[in-house]
Protein backbone atom coordinates (compact mmCIF):
# COMPACT_ATOMS: atom_id res chain seq x y z
CA UNK A 1 0.00 0.00 0.00
CA UNK A 2 1.32 3.29 -0.49
CA UNK A 3 2.21 4.39 3.06
CA UNK A 4 3.26 7.63 1.93
CA UNK A 5 -0.55 9.18 1.56
CA UNK A 6 -3.11 9.79 4.48
CA UNK A 7 -5.78 7.11 4.88
CA UNK A 8 -8.44 10.01 4.04
CA UNK A 9 -6.49 10.01 0.75
CA UNK A 10 -6.54 6.73 -0.89
CA UNK A 11 -8.09 6.05 -4.00
CA UNK A 12 -10.05 2.64 -3.83
CA UNK A 13 -11.05 0.54 -7.23
CA UNK A 14 -14.05 -2.02 -6.96
CA UNK A 15 -13.90 -5.30 -9.03
CA UNK A 16 -16.80 -6.40 -9.50
CA UNK A 17 -19.94 -4.31 -9.59
CA UNK A 18 -22.91 -7.04 -9.09
CA UNK A 19 -25.09 -6.52 -5.96
CA UNK A 20 -22.49 -6.18 -3.20
CA UNK A 21 -19.63 -4.53 -5.64
CA UNK A 22 -21.76 -1.82 -6.56
CA UNK A 23 -23.33 -1.14 -2.87
CA UNK A 24 -19.62 -0.87 -1.84
CA UNK A 25 -18.54 1.43 -4.25
CA UNK A 26 -22.13 3.57 -3.35
CA UNK A 27 -20.96 2.95 0.20
CA UNK A 28 -17.65 4.36 0.55
CA UNK A 29 -18.19 7.11 -1.84
CA UNK A 30 -20.94 8.09 0.72
CA UNK A 31 -18.93 7.65 3.29
CA UNK A 32 -16.26 10.65 1.35
CA UNK A 33 -13.73 8.09 -0.35
CA UNK A 34 -12.46 8.57 -3.69
CA UNK A 35 -13.57 5.61 -5.88
CA UNK A 36 -11.62 4.90 -9.11
CA UNK A 37 -13.29 3.35 -12.47
CA UNK A 38 -10.02 1.20 -13.40
CA UNK A 39 -7.06 -0.34 -10.61
CA UNK A 40 -4.56 1.37 -12.79
CA UNK A 41 -4.08 4.17 -9.98
CA UNK A 42 -5.70 2.48 -7.10
CA UNK A 43 -4.55 2.08 -3.51
CA UNK A 44 -6.74 -0.42 -2.38
CA UNK A 45 -8.75 -3.02 -4.74
CA UNK A 46 -11.38 -4.64 -3.65
CA UNK A 47 -12.74 -7.93 -5.20
CA UNK A 48 -16.45 -8.74 -5.16
CA UNK A 49 -16.61 -11.47 -7.99
CA UNK A 50 -17.33 -14.85 -7.63
CA UNK A 51 -14.76 -17.62 -5.50
CA UNK A 52 -14.38 -19.45 -9.32
CA UNK A 53 -12.95 -16.53 -10.54
CA UNK A 54 -11.01 -14.60 -7.50
CA UNK A 55 -7.92 -16.02 -7.77
CA UNK A 56 -7.60 -16.01 -12.17
CA UNK A 57 -9.10 -12.04 -11.07
CA UNK A 58 -6.24 -11.07 -8.92
CA UNK A 59 -3.48 -12.16 -10.93
CA UNK A 60 -5.11 -10.48 -14.00
CA UNK A 61 -5.30 -7.01 -12.13
CA UNK A 62 -2.23 -7.48 -10.24
CA UNK A 63 -0.34 -6.95 -13.66
CA UNK A 64 -2.72 -3.61 -13.81
CA UNK A 65 -1.93 -2.50 -10.37
CA UNK A 66 1.20 -0.55 -9.18
CA UNK A 67 3.07 -2.15 -6.27
CA UNK A 68 1.64 0.09 -3.39
CA UNK A 69 -1.64 -1.66 -3.54
CA UNK A 70 -3.63 -3.64 -1.05
CA UNK A 71 -5.55 -6.05 -2.10
CA UNK A 72 -9.41 -7.07 -0.52
CA UNK A 73 -11.53 -9.55 -1.18
CA UNK A 74 -15.37 -9.99 -0.05
CA UNK A 75 -15.76 -13.89 0.13
CA UNK A 76 -16.94 -15.41 3.03
CA UNK A 77 -15.50 -18.33 2.62
CA UNK A 78 -12.45 -17.96 1.33
CA UNK A 79 -9.19 -16.63 2.87
CA UNK A 80 -7.27 -14.19 1.73
CA UNK A 81 -4.21 -15.54 0.90
CA UNK A 82 -6.63 -16.79 -2.32
CA UNK A 83 -5.21 -13.46 -4.08
CA UNK A 84 -2.04 -13.14 -2.60
CA UNK A 85 -0.96 -13.29 -5.91
CA UNK A 86 2.29 -10.72 -5.45
CA UNK A 87 4.57 -11.04 -2.22
CA UNK A 88 4.72 -7.01 -2.02
CA UNK A 89 0.80 -6.69 -1.71
CA UNK A 90 -1.22 -6.69 1.13
CA UNK A 91 -4.32 -8.61 1.43
CA UNK A 92 -6.94 -9.26 3.36
CA UNK A 93 -11.26 -10.54 3.41
CA UNK A 94 -13.80 -8.72 4.74
CA UNK A 95 -17.22 -9.93 4.86
CA UNK A 96 -20.60 -8.42 5.53
CA UNK A 97 -22.65 -10.96 7.03
CA UNK A 98 -25.91 -9.18 5.41
CA UNK A 99 -27.80 -10.03 2.13
CA UNK A 100 -27.73 -7.82 -0.65
CA UNK A 101 -31.05 -8.73 -3.22
CA UNK A 102 -30.32 -5.65 -4.85
CA UNK A 103 -27.83 -3.00 -5.38
CA UNK A 104 -28.40 -0.34 -2.70
CA UNK A 105 -27.30 3.30 -2.61
CA UNK A 106 -25.57 3.60 0.69
CA UNK A 107 -24.34 1.37 3.05
CA UNK A 108 -26.86 -0.54 5.73
CA UNK A 109 -25.63 0.37 9.37
CA UNK A 110 -25.56 -2.47 12.33
CA UNK A 111 -23.87 -5.32 9.53
CA UNK A 112 -21.17 -7.55 10.99
CA UNK A 113 -17.81 -7.19 9.23
CA UNK A 114 -15.86 -9.93 9.39
CA UNK A 115 -11.93 -9.41 8.87
CA UNK A 116 -9.46 -11.71 8.29
CA UNK A 117 -5.96 -10.90 6.57
CA UNK A 118 -3.13 -9.24 7.12
CA UNK A 119 -2.67 -6.55 9.80
CA UNK A 120 -1.27 -3.45 7.44
CA UNK A 121 -5.06 -3.58 6.30
CA UNK A 122 -6.90 -4.04 9.40
CA UNK A 123 -6.27 -0.42 10.76
CA UNK A 124 -7.97 1.00 7.67
CA UNK A 125 -10.86 -1.14 7.15
CA UNK A 126 -11.82 -0.72 10.49
CA UNK A 127 -12.18 3.02 10.34
CA UNK A 128 -14.24 2.03 7.15
CA UNK A 129 -16.22 -0.38 9.18
CA UNK A 130 -16.74 1.98 11.72
CA UNK A 131 -17.87 5.01 9.12
CA UNK A 132 -20.42 2.66 8.22
CA UNK A 133 -21.70 2.36 11.37
CA UNK A 134 -21.03 -1.51 11.03
CA UNK A 135 -20.24 -3.82 13.62
CA UNK A 136 -16.50 -5.27 13.55
CA UNK A 137 -15.14 -9.29 13.83
CA UNK A 138 -12.03 -11.06 13.53
CA UNK A 139 -11.52 -14.28 12.30
CA UNK A 140 -8.85 -16.76 11.47
CA UNK A 141 -8.12 -18.09 8.31
CA UNK A 142 -9.01 -21.82 9.18
CA UNK A 143 -12.15 -20.14 10.81
CA UNK A 144 -13.26 -19.14 7.28
CA UNK A 145 -15.60 -22.22 5.83
CA UNK A 146 -17.01 -22.95 9.25
CA UNK A 147 -18.12 -19.04 9.31
CA UNK A 148 -19.67 -19.16 5.92
CA UNK A 149 -21.68 -22.45 6.42
CA UNK A 150 -23.18 -20.52 10.01
CA UNK A 151 -23.87 -17.90 6.91
CA UNK A 152 -25.42 -19.64 4.93
CA UNK A 153 -28.01 -21.76 7.51
CA UNK A 154 -28.94 -18.23 8.56
CA UNK A 155 -28.78 -16.36 5.75
CA UNK A 156 -30.12 -18.71 2.89
CA UNK A 157 -31.52 -22.15 3.75
CA UNK A 158 -34.24 -20.53 5.91
CA UNK A 159 -35.27 -19.05 2.56
CA UNK A 160 -36.96 -22.39 1.70
CA UNK A 161 -39.43 -23.21 4.81
CA UNK A 162 -40.33 -19.58 4.64
CA UNK A 163 -40.88 -19.20 0.90
CA UNK A 164 -42.90 -22.62 1.49
CA UNK A 165 -45.20 -20.84 3.78
CA UNK A 166 -45.47 -17.85 1.80
CA UNK A 167 -46.60 -20.13 -1.17
CA UNK A 168 -49.31 -22.37 0.76
CA UNK A 169 -50.17 -18.72 1.90
CA UNK A 170 -50.85 -17.19 -1.42
CA UNK A 171 -52.52 -20.54 -2.80
CA UNK A 172 -54.83 -21.04 -0.04
CA UNK A 173 -56.00 -16.87 1.02
CA UNK A 174 -54.02 -17.17 3.98
CA UNK A 175 -53.01 -13.73 4.95
CA UNK A 176 -48.85 -14.44 4.48
CA UNK A 177 -47.74 -11.15 5.41
CA UNK A 178 -49.63 -10.81 9.11
CA UNK A 179 -48.46 -14.89 9.55
CA UNK A 180 -44.91 -13.29 9.09
CA UNK A 181 -45.48 -10.40 11.24
CA UNK A 182 -46.94 -12.55 13.85
CA UNK A 183 -45.41 -15.83 14.27
CA UNK A 184 -41.78 -15.44 12.06
CA UNK A 185 -40.82 -12.06 13.43
CA UNK A 186 -40.92 -12.56 16.85
CA UNK A 187 -39.94 -16.26 16.85
CA UNK A 188 -36.42 -15.22 15.15
CA UNK A 189 -35.93 -12.33 17.56
CA UNK A 190 -36.00 -14.73 20.51
CA UNK A 191 -32.89 -16.67 18.79
CA UNK A 192 -30.16 -14.04 20.31
CA UNK A 193 -31.21 -15.62 23.93
CA UNK A 194 -29.13 -18.66 22.90
CA UNK A 195 -30.48 -22.72 23.22
CA UNK A 196 -33.11 -22.27 19.97
CA UNK A 197 -34.16 -25.70 19.40
CA UNK A 198 -35.27 -25.88 23.18
CA UNK A 199 -37.52 -22.76 22.00
CA UNK A 200 -38.81 -24.97 19.12
CA UNK A 201 -42.76 -25.69 19.47
CA UNK A 202 -44.72 -27.19 17.13
CA UNK A 203 -45.52 -30.88 15.96
CA UNK A 204 -42.41 -32.30 16.02
CA UNK A 205 -40.95 -30.83 19.24
CA UNK A 206 -44.08 -32.65 20.99
CA UNK A 207 -43.47 -36.25 19.33
CA UNK A 208 -46.84 -35.33 17.48
CA UNK A 209 -46.08 -38.59 14.75
CA UNK A 210 -49.88 -38.38 13.39
CA UNK A 211 -50.06 -34.26 12.99
CA UNK A 212 -46.86 -34.67 11.53
CA UNK A 213 -47.76 -37.62 9.05
CA UNK A 214 -50.65 -35.75 8.15
CA UNK A 215 -49.27 -32.52 7.42
CA UNK A 216 -46.75 -34.32 5.29
CA UNK A 217 -49.29 -36.23 3.19
CA UNK A 218 -51.01 -32.75 2.53
CA UNK A 219 -48.05 -31.44 1.19
CA UNK A 220 -47.34 -34.36 -1.11
CA UNK A 221 -50.48 -34.05 -2.49
CA UNK A 222 -50.39 -29.89 -2.54
CA UNK A 223 -47.07 -29.02 -2.63
CA UNK A 224 -44.58 -32.32 -3.09
CA UNK A 225 -41.62 -29.77 -3.78
CA UNK A 226 -41.88 -29.33 -0.39
CA UNK A 227 -42.73 -32.33 1.32
CA UNK A 228 -39.12 -33.36 1.96
CA UNK A 229 -37.80 -30.98 3.22
CA UNK A 230 -40.70 -30.62 5.61
CA UNK A 231 -40.11 -33.89 6.64
CA UNK A 232 -36.34 -33.62 7.05
CA UNK A 233 -36.48 -30.88 9.09
CA UNK A 234 -39.71 -32.40 11.28
CA UNK A 235 -37.75 -35.92 11.73
CA UNK A 236 -35.07 -33.74 12.83
CA UNK A 237 -36.64 -31.60 15.27
CA UNK A 238 -38.26 -34.56 17.00
CA UNK A 239 -34.92 -36.88 17.45
CA UNK A 240 -33.31 -32.69 18.93
CA UNK A 241 -36.24 -33.18 21.26
CA UNK A 242 -36.16 -36.69 22.13
CA UNK A 243 -32.70 -36.34 23.11
CA UNK A 244 -33.01 -33.31 25.45
Known sequence: MNMEKPEAALTHCVVGRGRLGQTIVNGLIKSGVFVADTPEHADLIWFAVPEKVLKETAVRIAVQAPCCTGFIHTSGLLPSKNIAVRPEIPVASLHPAHSFPVPLTEMPGDILWVFEGDESLRKILIKQVRAWKGKWAEISSEQKIAYHIACVFMGNLTDIPVAAAEAICRQTGIPFR???????????????????????????????????????????????????????????????????
Not at 213 to 238: C, D, G, M, V
Open 178 to 244: DLLNSLFIPHISQFEKGRILSRTTGPAARGDVETVRLQAHWLKQNFPEYEEIYAILSTFIAKKHQES
